[in-house]
């Protein structure tokens, strides 16, 4: 770096002044002599530059000791000076000793004071102390009832106490300060004759009893508060006095006496019981500590069982890698594999007929086989015969009826689900119904109950109690709906008889507000035979197509309900309408809703390529429901990603693909009547808080009504997967709340969701649907 | 005033002692100690114990080991370890304090009127001015223990004397036990106290002794001595104690070998030391036997049959006697100290004797563990966990190894439920004078002002203020 002397230096000023005291210094420093401290400088310049051979001067110290003679160190001033105990009122002098303040020096005497004979220095130091503690602060008593004799007579009078026991007992208490635990050890019952005058009084001290701590401490508790209200009212206590009044009323010497007891039994327990305390004591202290990992550790388990499937969805060359990273759900490994193999086995075979077929059947013979047959593929994809030697391996042990109960294990008559499942998540199935505002029925019945959603114990007999009890639940709304729809049957034609026989509407209709209701919501009866038009063209297609052809199981009960609609639509009388309107519907959602319905577009048109694979594909899912519900939940998942929607329904709920279709007929064949209802029970429920779902319910609602005919929905078919077909028309209509009687497009949105998640081989329910 | 409420709390300069130079005086069976309020351990310890010597008597730790001509030892106390003998008592304890801590006060008639005779108003008032001078607790207030069965009468008493015969400005009396629990830091305690003369229990709560908790039993240091006596006598060989003042020469034998030693004789005297001070002298020895030898049975078995059976082959532990005899104690020094929880390992002394008479087999129930029942019993339940939960042990008969330990298991044993804990103070000093320190503390503290007796309420209520203020 260039330094002031280089700039000099080009500049041709010459080395600069800068440079020379520098240099001075340094010398000077060199030369410098360690100086000797305690040598007066003369001295040590005497000695010039010689250092003296022996150390003349000893080093100081770091810390010299305080000297007197140095006068570094002064005395402070102590006395012992008189004083007077502030809180005694005795005049008690008591001498302490006190040092002087600092900062008051004693007047200064130059020199040595002479001693003149006789006479003292007059000159006396004085000095300055700090002020005396004010210890009397601690001084401090207790403030206790006091009473004339008519105020005793008048107010504090005790059946059980004379009124010397209760001066003793006040006397006792303002001497010990409350302490009632002494109180109690010093009550002495011949101190109170003693407290007495005469000879009279040794009679009459016979009489008085020894006390418990409880009878002392109520009888001072109902005289201190009754000499708190004779000082305050009780209308102008502040609310600390008031408390202790409250308190004081209410002291209930027989509780008192009973825990007192209880506690001695605690107290007296043995070595055993006390040993089971502590270990239980202890265990839930750790407990309570480790809660919070608990939870993260349950909810990490969750996480995986719920975001595994739809892994496996998206990427299904990594899907092992991140599955075998969760150590400890070999479970879930070993399901995930035999699926894989499953799905892997099927997947070059579309058309093989043969083994289709075959699936076909086993579906549709029972489903306990399906399950069993499902569960050979899984645990022993590669050798089904070792199979049962690994069962028997596994239960070698007989259990007994008591034994069975404590483990909890189950022989269940209903097929199971593979791979580990919760409880709790049949229940879930079993409070969902086949239609939202059904679920929402039972949900609030729940609540009612003050059951909660989620079972905090759901135990096998817990379960059962719960599912026969949704069941009745179910019973009931069923049994509400019908009344409800019969009463309003019979209404219609009573109308109609009026109006055949030419009589003008009476008062009476009037009468019912139910019956209002219905009639103002009413759609107009040309709205809904176009609707009821396309459900039934719809249902006729997919019965044509799909169940009827395919299926035995559970086509026919579909049909069966289309075909009801349809007889009931007949009734109505309403006037039939052609497709048209529908389709005309669609094409405004279609303005409305560019994009999804571009999507589904492509979804047809993939469809209309592979309708043979998709029927088979449907079929299989009919059997396989519940392997797929995982599989609709990572649906459910995507169309989250797709519909922004809120999901919380969906997380929770199963979309089955072929259940949308089953579901949609019933639920849109809920009768019109339950409209009056659902009303005012929606409107208890919102009064409950439940305001914004309630809302978008009662959105999805009007628009299911407007759908819907009067039909009714006898069969109520025990799927389990039922319900989110509808969610999805919820969330739809959330996005477009303007579009009612849009069935169609919704369906085809949520189908279309499915489709983008699943591969163009799963949406064709969708598509035969809008068809 | 602003009243307090039990959320104020004392600033630190309020908790600093506020010392008035109060003498605290702490009387025991044994021994009495005195000292200045504020130290952390007595100055002054004299034995309880005097030399009555030509109608006189001797106080201090040497002057009553001197064999001398007919020369008895008392003691002022009862058995009990309530005073018997005033007159004595009241020399006993003035010693105390006057020969150690405040000097015998010097005669104002001395000082000032010595060189001056124009000073001397009156010479009859002045020689009842000069013996009134000589009162010595002038200028320090006096704080006593008492034990806590003292009768009412004896505390007016002690208040009579400080106040009017040694002029202190002002008095205060408390009960031993609360002060021991006090030296350990606490306010609400159990107090174990194993005294020379007695073994005591009591509940303490929030300073205040309960009344109907205190039990006691003669189960304390002396009655471990007439075990030990016992013991010796029906050893075999029966042992005698020679104290170390009988001894003239001795020389060094093996092992329960008859001693090989030479005895003083008394013929100087007209009469040789009477049969207290020799027994006062084989105290001595055995209080040495004590330290040395006893020991507590702290193993989870029972001691009596298997345990007897382990210390006899485990835990001998040699003693030698001061004429040289010495022997191996092995199942006995456990047996003596089992004594105190079993009442059944008692070995009775020889029929007819002193301690026959005065140590009789004691009941279970005056065993430490059924005194603490008793106690436990005559508390409120709700109190019993806190005692249980502060046990406080004192007393100089505690100091045997493994006591605390022992007493700590017992109680656990009989109290699973609850949470015990013992606390012994380590050092012995602390110990022995627990009660001694508590008072130190308490008298020293500067809200202890306003607790004090002074003279003029004395004088205004009579000894009878003594019941009322020193609850």
């Known amino acids: 770096m260039a330094s002031t002397r280089d700039i000099h230096d080009i500049m041709g000023m010459g080395g600069g002044p800068v440079q020379k005291p520098t240099n001075k210094k340094k010398k000077k420093v060199v030369e410098a002599q360690p100086r000797l401290s305690g040598i007066s400088r003369e001295v040590q310049a005497l000695m010039g530059d010689s250092v003296p051979p022996v150390q003349i001067v000893e080093p100081p110290k770091y810390k010299s000791k305080p000297s007197l003679a140095n006068k570094l160190y002064k005395p402070r001033h102590w006395q012992e000076i008189p004083f007077k105990p502030g809180a005694r009122s005795d005049g008690l002098s008591l001498t302490h000793w006190k040092r002087a303040l600092p900062s008051h020096r004693p007047l200064q005497l130059n020199g040595d004071v002479e001693m003149v004979d006789g006479i003292q220095p007059s000159l006396k130091p004085e000095y300055q102390f700090e002020e005396e503690f004010p210890m009397d602060k601690w001084a401090v008593a207790v403030r206790v009832p006091d009473y004339t004799d008519e105020q005793y007579e008048r107010h504090f009078k005790a059946d059980d106490w004379t009124r010397e026991e209760t001066d003793y007992l006040v006397k006792l208490a303002s001497e010990y300060d409350l302490r009632w635990i002494v109180i109690a050890d010093r009550y002495d019952p011949q101190e109170i004759q003693s407290a007495q005058i005469g000879g009279e009084a040794l009679e009459v001290a016979k009489n008085y009893s020894s006390r418990t701590m409880e009878q002392l401490k109520l009888r001072y508790y109902q005289v201190a508060a009754q000499d708190l209200e004779l000082r305050t009212p009780k209308a102008s206590m502040n609310p600390t006095e008031f408390a202790l009044y409250e308190k004081m009323r209410s002291f209930d010497a027989k509780t008192e006496t009973l825990r007192k007891a209880m506690a001695e039994k605690l107290f007296e327990r043995t070595k055993d019981e006390a040993e089971e305390e502590r270990t239980l004591l202890e265990e839930l202290h750790r407990i309570t500590k480790n809660e919070e990992e608990f939870i993260a550790m349950r909810r990490d388990l969750y996480a995986r069982l719920e975001a595994a499937p739809s892994l496996r969805r998206n990427e299904r060359g990594e899907e092992q890698n991140i599955v075998l990273s969760s150590a400890g759900l070999s479970e879930l490994l070993s399901r995930l594999f035999a699926k894989e193999k499953h799905l892997k086995r099927r997947a070059p075979a579309p058309g093989d007929s043969n083994s289709t077929a075959q699936q076909q059947s086993a579906d549709g013979r029972s489903r306990a086989n399906t399950s069993l047959s499902r569960r050979d593929t899984m645990d022993t994809a590669t050798e089904p015969s070792k199979k049962g030697s690994v069962s028997q391996q596994i239960v070698p042990k007989q259990l007994t009826q008591a034994e069975e109960e404590r483990y909890g294990v189950s022989h269940p008559n209903e097929r199971l689900t593979s791979g580990v499942s919760f409880r709790h998540e049949k229940i879930n199935r079993v409070t969902t119904a086949k239609s939202q505002v059904q679920t929402q029925k039972i949900n609030a019945a729940l609540t009612e109950l003050e059951i909660p959603a989620r079972l905090s114990m759901p135990t096998e007999k817990v379960c059962k109690e719960f599912e026969r009890l949704v069941s009745q639940i179910q019973l009931l709304l069923d049994a509400r709906r019908t009344l409800a729809r019969v009463s309003e049957e019979v209404k219609t034609l009573e109308e109609m008889r009026r109006q055949r026989l030419g009589l003008p509407p009476l008062a009476e209709q009037n009468a019912s507000g139910e019956a209002m209701d219905v009639d103002k919501t009413a759609p107009a009866p040309g709205q809904v035979g176009r609707n009821s038009t396309t459900e039934t063209l719809q249902s006729g297609s997919l019965g044509g197509q799909t169940v009827n052809g395919v299926d035995g199981g559970p086509g026919p009960a579909v049909d069966e309900d289309d075909e009801d609609a349809e007889g009931e639509d007949d009734v109505e009388a309403s006037n039939l309408e052609k497709t048209q309107n529908d389709e005309e519907d669609e094409a405004d959602n279609t303005g409305l809703n560019d994009d999804s319905m571009a999507q589904r577009d492509e979804g047809d048109e993939d469809e209309n390529a592979e309708e043979e694979d998709e029927e088979d594909d449907d079929d299989d899912d009919v059997g396989v429901e519940d392997e797929d519900e995982d599989d609709d939940e990572g649906n459910a998942a995507l169309m989250r990603g797709v519909d922004n929607d809120d999901g919380e329904d969906e997380g929770e709920h199963d979309v089955d693909d072929d259940d949308v279709e089953d579901e949609d007929e019933e639920e849109e064949a809920v009768p019109l009547h339950e409209e009056g209802d659902e009303e005012e029970e929606e409107e208890q429920q919102r009064e409950r808080g439940f305001a914004r779902h309630q809302t978008e319910d009662e959105a999805t609602d009007a628009d299911n009504d407007d759908d819907t005919q009067n039909v009714t929905m006898d069969d109520v078919e025990p799927e389990e997967n039922d319900p989110d077909a509808e969610d999805d028309d919820e969330d739809v209509a959330d996005n477009r709340p303007t579009s009612a009687g849009s069935r169609g497009h919704k369906r085809g949105a949520s189908v279309i969701s499915d489709a983008s998640g699943a591969g163009s081989n799963r949406s064709g329910a969708g598509r035969k649907r809008r068809r | ?471």
């Open chain 2, 1 to 471: 005033m602003a009243a307090l409420t039990s959320k104020d709390e004392p600033r630190t300069a309020e908790y600093a002692g506020d010392e008035v130079s109060a003498i605290v005086l702490d009387p025991g069976y044994a021994s009495t100690r005195a000292g200045f309020a504020g130290e952390d351990a007595p100055k002054s310890i004299v034995p309880s114990n005097y030399a009555f010597y030509q109608d006189a008597c001797l106080f201090g730790d040497h002057v009553i080991d001197v064999p001398r001509d007919n020369v008895e030892i008392r003691n002022p106390y009862s058995r009990d370890g309530i005073v018997e003998d005033w007159d004595t008592a009241e020399k006993l304890w003035k010693y105390s304090f006057a020969s150690k801590l405040t000097g015998i006060r010097p005669n104002k008639a001395l000082q000032e009127w010595l060189n001056d005779v124009n000073a001397v108003p009156n010479l009859q008032k002045a020689m009842a001015d000069a013996e009134d001078t000589e009162r010595a607790l002038e200028d320090h207030p006096l704080f006593m223990s008492e034990p806590n069965w003292n009768p009412i009468k004896n505390r007016e008493k002690a208040i009579e004397i400080a106040l009017e015969k040694w002029a202190a400005p002002a008095f205060y009396i408390s009960k031993s036990s609360v002060l021991s629990a006090f030296s350990m830091g606490k306010s609400t305690a159990l107090v174990i106290d194993i005294g020379a003369s007695q073994l005591s229990v009591a509940a303490v709560h929030d300073g205040m002794i309960l009344r109907k908790s205190i039990t006691r039993s003669h189960l304390g240091g002396n009655y471990i001595s007439s075990q030990i006596r016992s013991m010796l006598a029906t050893h075999d060989p029966p042992i005698t104690i020679n104290p170390h003042y009988m001894v003239k020469a001795k020389q060094p034998v093996d092992a329960g070998q008859p001693a090989n030693a030479i005895l003083k004789t008394f013929d100087q005297f007209k009469q040789p030391p009477q049969t207290s001070y020799h027994r006062y002298q084989e105290e001595k020895t055995i209080l040495e036997f004590k330290e040395v030898c006893l020991q507590t049975w702290a193993s989870g078995t029972s001691f009596r049959g298997q345990g007897e059976a382990i210390a006899r082959e485990q835990y001998a532990h040699p003693f030698e006697f001061p004429d040289g005899y010495n022997q191996t104690f092995s199942s006995d020094r456990f047996k003596i100290v089992e004594t105190l929880f079993d009442a059944q390992c008692h070995s009775p002394s020889p029929a007819g004797s002193l301690d026959a008479q005065y140590y009789p087999a004691p009941e279970q129930n005056q065993t430490i563990p059924g005194l603490v029942k008793l106690c436990i019993n005559q508390c409120d339940v709700d109190l019993r966990p806190m005692l249980l939960a502060s046990v406080v042990i004192t007393g100089s008969a505690s100091l045997i190894k493994g006591l605390p330990d022992r007493i700590q298991g017992e109680l656990t044993r009989m109290y699973p439920s609850t949470k015990v804990r013992v606390n012994a103070a380590g050092m012995p000093v602390e110990r022995k004078f627990g009660s001694w320190i508590g008072g130190s503390i308490v008298a020293s503290l500067g809200t202890f002002h306003q607790m004090w007796i002074s003279k003029k309420e004395y004088e205004e209520h009579g000894a009878s203020i003594v019941e009322k203020r020193c609850k």
